[in-house]
């Protein structure tokens, strides 16, 4: 059982006339320029990784020395950083 071709009309006809020509014509002009984005954005990601498999790979530099902490403040995973407070006391 498929859609025949007079329920897509009806159902057209029925867009149009909640929707307007003007705002239907506005939504394909909006989703043809995100569609026309996309692929010009995907063409060039493609051109890009191919340019950077022909140039020479760059040596990564080292990362600064992190300064060493003191370690004070800081709690180790499962020990608490304050006393347990006694339930029965008020």
């Excluded at 705002?23 to 010009?40: P, Q, S």
């Excluded at 950077?52 to 902490?69: A, H, I, T, Y």
Aim: hydrophobic content about 30%; overall charge negative.
């Amino acid at each position: 059982m498929g859609i025949s071709p007079w329920t897509l009309l009806i159902v057209l006809l029925i867009v149009l006339l909640v929707f307007g020509t003007k705002k239907l014509r506005n939504m394909g002009t909006d989703m043809g320029g995100a569609i026309k984005g996309f692929k010009d954005a995907m063409k060039e990601g493609e051109e890009g990784a191919k340019e950077g498999e022909k140039s020479e790979p760059s040596k990564l530099e080292q990362p600064p020395e992190e300064e060493k902490e003191s370690g004070e403040g800081h709690t180790i995973e499962g020990e608490r950083s304050e006393q347990p407070r006694d339930r029965h006391s008020s």
